[in-house]
């Protein structure tokens, strides 16, 4: 899960490095399993299944990283809101 603060405005990962970054994972996954010589060669549909799942997991993480964001949006509004009121508050303080 992405970990952002809270004046980070960096975009997300770009589709060309989530590719990258499914592409590097089934390669580590299919070298850890090449024992034998049998499987220096993967079934396609092993491969398959695992890019499908890294770009389901991918997706799932980028709708949670999107609802944590609106989270924090919504807090930071509430305590922007909450410092305008106590800052009116002192303004009419030093004014009457």
């Not at 089934?26 to 695992?50: C, E, F, W």
């Not at 997706?59 to 944590?68: I, M, S, T």
């Amino acid at each position: 899960m992405r970990s952002k603060c809270c004046g980070d405005t960096s975009p997300t990962p770009s589709t060309l490095t989530r590719k990258t970054i499914i592409r590097t994972s089934v390669l580590q996954i299919r070298d850890g399993t090449s024992g034998s010589s049998a499987a220096s060669v993967p079934h396609p549909g092993v491969t398959n299944a695992l890019v499908q799942r890294a770009k389901l997991l991918q997706e799932e993480n980028d709708e949670l990283y999107a609802v944590l964001r609106r989270n924090e949006t919504g807090k930071l509004d509430e305590e922007v809101k909450a410092l305008r009121r106590v800052l009116g508050k002192l303004e009419r303080s030093l004014r009457g």
